[in-house]
């Protein structure tokens, strides 16, 4: 089963597989693993979506990413970009500013669309689906960048290598450096 970095992950479950009772009525499923879950007792149904999360493509006066290393799993001293998981009741737009800010520190000043992709997410044993909005950002002072410790543990500014696009954690990030790279010419 694939995390997003092409990998097996053999402790990992897809969403699907772990829904094994009805949310609304507690009824057992008879059939666990189908998409959508539907409960024969009460009816209810479940699609299985995928989450929407963010990725800014930070870039500096000298036309460097920002790339940021985990600190913790998934993809645990892997690159990145900074980003995470839309909340409920966030835009898109808003999400992409807090989570550079809470992970860097940095305020976004602009952003650009830049592409989607999708991402498998495995943590705690479980995978979710999840679609990734990417997008350019300038900020305010790329100069101060502070990272969150529990999140990230280096960073640095560059345009990356093979060594360093081998190096991700995930391979929607890869993607989606490779194709602002491919648009930086």
Known sequence: MSDGNSKVV?????F?????FCPR????????????????ECHFSFFFGPVAAVGGLVVNSRNELLLVRRAKDPGKGKWGLPGGFVDRGETVEDA???EVM???SLVV???AFL????????????????IDLFYTCNVEDDSQVVLQATELNHYQWC??????????????????VEFWMSRSK
């Open 10 to 14: 053999a402790d990992s479950l897809p």
């Open 25 to 40: 009525c507690g009824h057992e499923s008879e059939t666990v693993g189908k998409i959508p879950f539907r409960c024969c």
């Open 115 to 130: 592409m989607t992709g999708p991402n498998r997410y495995a943590y705690a044993g479980v995978t979710a689906d999840v």
């Open 109 to 111: 000043s602009d952003a």
């Open 16 to 20: 699907e597989q772990v829904f094994r």
């Open 96 to 98: 992409l500013a807090r």
């Open 159 to 176: 345009v990356p290598g093979a060594n360093v696009l081998d190096n991700m954690a995930f391979d929607s990030n890869r993607t989606a």
């Open 102 to 104: 809470e992970e860097t």
